[in-house]
């Protein structure tokens, strides 16, 4: 489970909103010093990001929250996110370059143009069914503890039949 905190901004019937702060993917690294993709961050601006969750942990406004993400959905989403396009892109443009010179257009046209077209025809297949999986809970970005509530501590029967 992928864990990052996030502080509690609205609640409203069940419903959570958090922000969080957007930060670069390579903060932790040993070379980020030499890495251009840190260094490439440092000049983006920083961005809250924020969610709508269920709140299943009774988190109040203001609270500091631990969210979680299952590993195995960020996997099968990027997947989704990057295999799809380039397999719409490939076959598009493998089409084009076959097909369209038996129409009298060129191969290199045919292969751009169609490769375009399977490009744009695949995203939009790939959100379409994200946003299907978000509406149906399926986002895989759940709430899982309060980070900076105390614990309340309650003695059990035991602790107190013994003497404590």
């Known amino acids: 489970m992928i864990e990052e905190q996030a502080r509690v901004v609205r609640v409203i019937d069940g419903v959570a909103e958090i922000v969080t702060q957007r930060r ?69 443009a493998i089409t084009g370059e076959r097909l369209l010179p038996q129409f009298g257009w060129s191969s290199e046209l045919g292969a751009v143009l169609l490769g375009l077209l399977g490009l744009t025809v695949s995203l939009g297949l790939v959100r379409r069914f994200a946003a299907g999986r978000v509406i149906a809970g399926e986002g895989g970005i759940k709430l899982l503890r309060v980070a900076d509530r105390p614990l309340s501590l309650k003695p059990d029967d035991s602790m107190l039949s013994n003497g404590r």
């Open 24 to 92: 670069g993917s390579c903060g932790s690294c040993a070379a980020r010093q030499g890495c251009g993709t840190s260094r490439l961050a440092a000049w983006l601006p920083k961005r809250q990001l924020s969610f709508h969750i269920v709140n299943d942990i009774d988190a109040r406004v203001g609270d500091l929250v631990v969210v979680g993400l299952d590993e195995r959905l960020l996997q099968r989403g990027s997947l989704l996110l990057y295999a799809v396009p380039l397999a719409g892109l490939l076959t598009g």
